[in-house]
């Protein structure tokens, strides 16, 4: 590697204070962590949205294809400034997040991947992602767009976004932006989790991310199953 | 009027069927019950669809008409049946009427909705057309706050509680783990849905004091019966069950108007209507599957039809007494809690569930012994309510 030319290629970094791990107790009662990971951690996130990229519905393939595209940048240094989230129940890799700071007062919220579903998972880490932004980077706004109805309706309805003139960095429909006073409104409401984490779940959570196996990964986002009845 | 036996059933598992239309739906089950009723050739005289609202989910009316020719059944008499919620109750109770009186010899029924085919706030809103659209639509009452409004009077008047309403959830879930037909495959908790400090975000207010988890999924699914005389379905030699007592009965429009709201007339009268014309009593009924559309329904609908005193109900559950096992097992399926509600598929489906629970064939749910089987459809918040008793003589 030509280290000189790298210089040039690979981005400044903004200093970003770290995010303190989580626990979320689940409708079944389970315990999902919720903790950043660092490049270290890319590739076996890889290969858990791999089985997404065929995945018409909900926009699983487009969300994932990006979300793959956005960490293999950030894991390589081609992307400036990205943190990523995990969710994980007992070391089993459920969800995943991203978002990149557009500048330290602004946020460009950019994936949420659940890939268990039914549990509020990806409504549960993005609002992880959120409480990152305005809590511990102390931002005043994120910029929001939704790629699924899904996403549209967990993050444009259920917060009361305001829409924003220009673009997304993602490119896609009118942008929102979820504002520091709108965060701390619905707070209460949307935002759950305890701290600190009990020592033994986070050993546990930090010894592997476990990642399902594909097929599995496919059942839990399509529910095919039970199609062969 | 000649008994009338259902000689098959046959359902497709609820849940998201992006890839199916609502007629491909109707006919998967619809063959499903032919194959199991053992049709082989003959004809079928009549169809009868349940289906509430296909004009607004999907764009397409006249359903009955479609099915009859997808499956190749013509020259087949068939309607689409619209009750409401109790579209599929009303379905089969024309289906046995025709039946019953000689005038057809066997009949189709199925019935079936698409609802996911429209975001949430959507369906609700269609959903909610059934509603008094002067005195409750206008004002923006849609079924949850109906059935917010009736949780509170009914928690006031008879001491349910949150955690009563909790248990059924958690009941009817367990239940939709044994049932591969269920929408909803998740085992929840008292403390993840009620208890835990942050169980709020989890299961968010709908409409006080029901949450989410107080509240049915929107689903989409079919289900089907083939309804025929005792000697036919001798030959075709499927196992008999009979419609032993259909009832049905109405009350006002609106809720408002009802002297006592907690108070479910229509669905006391059609209960006893059945059961009167069975012959045979609340307490001989083995299994039931109710209209558990909001939580509170189960509890309120299992005093109604006489199983338990007023104000009873939520105590036997929290007793055991409606869990598989128990004294009177509901809704072993799931209920539309798990099991789903495609509403113009769900007085079909109850009965699909009785079908296999009184045939033995309900799998790791069965109700051991079932032979006395009751369904309750419940029509808008209760104007229009269609029971069935069940029987099982083989």
């Known amino acids: 590697m030509d280290m000189e030319l790298e210089a040039y290629l690979r981005p400044p970094e903004m200093p970003m204070v770290p995010y303190p791990p989580k626990v979320i107790t689940l409708a079944t009662s389970g315990k999902m962590i919720v903790r950043q990971v660092d490049r270290d951690a890319v590739p076996i996130l890889l290969e858990a949205i791999k089985p997404t990229f065929e995945v018409a519905r909900d926009y699983y393939d487009i969300v994932g294809v990006r979300l793959y595209?956005?960490?293999?940048?950030?894991?390589?240094?081609?992307?400036?400034?990205?943190?990523?989230?995990?969710?994980?129940?007992?070391?089993?890799?459920?969800?995943?997040?991203?978002?990149?700071?557009?500048?330290?007062?602004?946020?460009?919220?950019?994936?949420?991947?659940?890939?268990?579903?039914?549990?509020?998972?990806?409504?549960?880490?993005?609002?992880?992602?959120?409480?990152?932004?305005?809590?511990?980077?102390?931002?005043?706004?994120?910029?929001?767009?939704?790629?699924?109805?899904?996403?549209?309706?967990?993050w444009m309805i259920e917060y009361g976004l305001e829409k924003r003139d220009g673009q997304h960095e993602l490119g896609g429909a009118t942008p929102y932006a979820l504002t520091r006073e709108l965060y701390f409104r619905n707070k209460s409401r949307l935002v759950a989790g305890e701290r600190p984490v009990p020592l033994e779940l986070m050993q546990v959570a930090e010894r592997e991310i476990i990642v399902a196996s594909e097929e599995d990964i496919l059942e839990k986002i399509l529910g095919v199953k039970r199609r062969e009845i | 009027m000649r008994p009338v036996v259902i000689a098959g059933v046959g359902m497709i598992p609820f849940e998201r069927r992006d890839e199916d239309s609502l007629v491909d739906m109707l006919a998967m089950a619809g063959l499903k019950a032919m194959d199991d009723a053992n049709l082989g050739d003959r004809p079928v005289d009549a169809v009868y669809v349940g289906n509430m609202a296909s004009g607004l989910f999907n764009h397409q009316v006249s359903v009955a008409s479609a099915l009859v020719d997808r499956l190749s059944l013509m020259p087949a008499a068939a309607d689409r049946i619209e009750n409401g919620p109790a579209s599929g109750g009303s379905a089969v109770k024309n289906g046995f009427l025709a039946?019953?009186?000689?005038?057809?010899?066997?009949?189709?029924?199925?019935?079936?909705?698409?609802?996911?085919?429209?975001?949430?706030?959507?369906?609700?809103d269609i959903v909610a057309c059934m509603t008094h659209p002067n005195a409750e639509y206008i004002y923006g009452v849609t079924l949850p706050a109906l059935a917010g409004m009736f949780t509170r009077l009914y928690m006031e008047k008879y001491g349910v509680t949150r955690e009563h309403l909790t248990l059924v959830?958690?009941?009817?879930?367990?239940?939709?783990?044994?049932?591969?037909?269920?929408?909803?495959?998740?085992?929840?908790?008292?403390?993840?849905?009620?208890?835990?400090?942050?169980?709020?975000?989890?299961?968010?207010?709908?409409?006080?004091?029901?949450?989410?988890?107080?509240?049915?999924?929107?689903?989409?699914?079919?289900?089907?019966?083939?309804?025929?005389?005792?000697?036919?379905?001798?030959?075709?030699?499927?196992?008999?069950?009979?419609?032993?007592g259909v009832g049905q009965?109405?009350?006002?429009?609106?809720?408002?108007?009802?002297?006592?709201?907690?108070?479910?007339?229509a669905v006391t009268i059609a209960s006893q209507k059945a059961f009167s014309m069975s012959g045979i009593k609340p307490k001989d009924i083995d299994v039931a599957e109710l209209h558990d559309a909001f939580t509170i329904l189960e509890i309120a609908e299992s005093e109604h039809a006489g199983f338990f005193p007023k104000g009873q109900g939520a105590n036997a559950l929290a007793a055991g007494e409606t869990q598989i096992g128990g004294k009177l097992p509901i809704n072993p399926s799931g209920g539309l809690k798990a099991r789903g509600h495609p509403v113009g598929a769900t007085g079909v489906a109850q009965i699909v569930e009785l079908v296999w629970q009184l045939r033995g064939e309900a799998g790791k749910r069965q109700v051991k012994g079932a032979v006395n089987g009751f369904s309750l459809n419940f029509g808008g918040f209760g104007n229009n309510v269609i029971a069935f008793v069940l029987r099982s003589k083989s």
């Open chain 2, 99 to 124: 039946v019953a009186s000689g005038y057809c010899d066997i009949v189709l029924v199925v019935g079936g909705e698409k609802m996911r085919e429209v975001i949430g706030p959507k369906a609700t």
């Open chain 1, 69 to 154: 595209a956005e960490l293999l940048g950030w894991y390589r240094y081609r992307v400036r400034d990205e943190f990523c989230l995990v969710g994980q129940i007992d070391g089993l890799l459920v969800g995943i997040v991203n978002t990149r700071c557009y500048s330290p007062k602004l946020g460009m919220s950019l994936h949420t991947l659940a890939i268990e579903r039914g549990l509020r998972i990806g409504a549960h880490l993005f609002a992880a992602k959120m409480e990152y932004s305005f809590e511990y980077l102390k931002q005043e706004e994120v910029l929001i767009t939704a790629e699924s109805p899904i996403g549209f309706r967990r």
């Open chain 2, 249 to 265: 009965a109405t009350d006002t429009h609106t809720l408002q108007e009802r002297s006592d709201p907690t108070d479910l007339k």
């Open chain 2, 169 to 244: 959830a958690i009941k009817n879930q367990e239940n939709g783990l044994l049932n591969p037909y269920a929408h909803i495959q998740m085992k929840i908790t008292m403390e993840g849905v009620l208890t835990h400090p942050q169980a709020h975000v989890n299961s968010p207010v709908v409409a006080d004091p029901i949450h989410l988890y107080d509240c049915c999924p929107v689903s989409d699914g079919a289900a089907a019966v083939l309804l025929t005389t005792e000697d036919i379905a001798n030959e075709l030699k499927r196992p008999i069950v009979t419609i032993a």
